[in-house]
C-alpha cells in the first residue's frame, strides 16, 4: 500500500519560517490536508485543498504542492505552533486513507 | 459550530468488542456533502483511519481492519457508532470521531477523543 512521509522533527526559531513535508504517490492525483495535535485537545484541520485554510486558522500557514510532495509552511512561527502535524490524502488507486508519520514541531 | 462528543467504555478485555458512540451537535447531520469517520492514535504512533459512514448508512473501512470493524448511523438522535470486535492490546488507542466532507477528502471537525484500552 501507499504511505506518506514526513520528518520525524523540526524546529524554528520563534518568528521564523518552517516548511514541513509530506510525501507518496498518492499526492500525484490529491490534494493532501494537514492536521495540527496538541495534547489534551481535539486535532485541528489546518490545511486542506490546493492551499486553503479553515476559518480561524491564522494566515501564517500556508500550503503547496509539487508532483508527489505537499507542503505545508508556517511564516513567522509562534509558540502555539508547537505542536505535531500530520499530512493526510486519499489514495485513489484502492480509495484507502492515508495519514503522513508525523512532524513534531518545536518552536523554540 | 459543529460539536463532536464521543461515547463509551474506556477498558475492553481482550476478544471482545469495543463500541464508541458519538453524538454531534450543530450543523447539518444528513447532508449529502459529509460522512462521518472515526480515526485513532495508538500510543507513540500515528493517525490511523479505521472507516466512514454516509448518512444512508452506506460504509467505507481501512482494508486493514475491515475483517472486524462495522459503523452504523442513528440520523434522528444525530449519532454515529464503530464496533470494533476481536480486539488485542494493539487497539489500545485514542479514538476520534470526526465529520468528512465528501469529495475534497478531509477531516474538518474532531471530537475531544476518547482513550480505550484494552486489558484483562
Known amino acids: 500500500s501507499s504511505e506518506l512521509t514526513q520528518d520525524p522533527a523540526v524546529s524554528v526559531a520563534l518568528g521564523q519560517t518552517v516548511r514541513l513535508t509530506c510525501q507518496g504517490d498518492s499526492l500525484r492525483n490529491n490534494y493532501a490536508s494537514w492536521y495540527q495535535l496538541r495534547p489534551g485537545q481535539a486535532p485541528l484541520l489546518v490545511m486542506y485543498g490546493e492551499n486553503n485554510r479553515p476559518s480561524g486558522i491564522p494566515d501564517r500557514f500556508s500550503g503547496s504542492a509539487s508532483g508527489n510532495t505537499a507542503s505545508l509552511t508556517i511564516t513567522g512561527a509562534q509558540a502555539e505552533d508547537d505542536a505535531d502535524y500530520y499530512c493526510h490524502s486519499r489514495d485513489s488507486r484502492d480509495n484507502q486513507y492515508l495519514f503522513g508519520t508525523g512532524t513534531q514541531v518545536t518552536v523554540l | 459550530q459543529v460539536q463532536l462528543q464521543e461515547s463509551g467504555p474506556g477498558l475492553v478485555e481482550p476478544s471482545e468488542t469495543l463500541s464508541l458512540t458519538c453524538t454531534v451537535s450543530?450543523?447539518?447531520?444528513?447532508?449529502?456533502?459529509?460522512?462521518w469517520a472515526w480515526i485513532r492514535q495508538s500510543p507513540g504512533k500515528g493517525l490511523e483511519w479505521i472507516g466512514s459512514?454516509?448518512?444512508?448508512?452506506?460504509?467505507s473501512y481501512n482494508p486493514s481492519l475491515r475483517s472486524r470493524v462495522t459503523m452504523s448511523i442513528d440520523t434522528s438522535k444525530k449519532q454515529f457508532s464503530l464496533h470494533l470486535s476481536s480486539v488485542t492490546a494493539a487497539d489500545t488507542a485514542i479514538y476520534y470521531c470526526?465529520?468528512?466532507?465528501?469529495?475534497?477528502?478531509?477531516?474538518?471537525?474532531w471530537g475531544q477523543g476518547t482513550r480505550v484500552a484494552v486489558s484483562s
Open positions: 470526526v465529520r468528512e466532507v465528501e469529495l475534497m477528502y478531509y477531516f474538518d471537525f
Open positions: 450543530g450543523g447539518s447531520f444528513s447532508s449529502i456533502i459529509y460522512y
Open positions: 459512514v454516509f448518512y444512508s448508512g452506506t460504509a
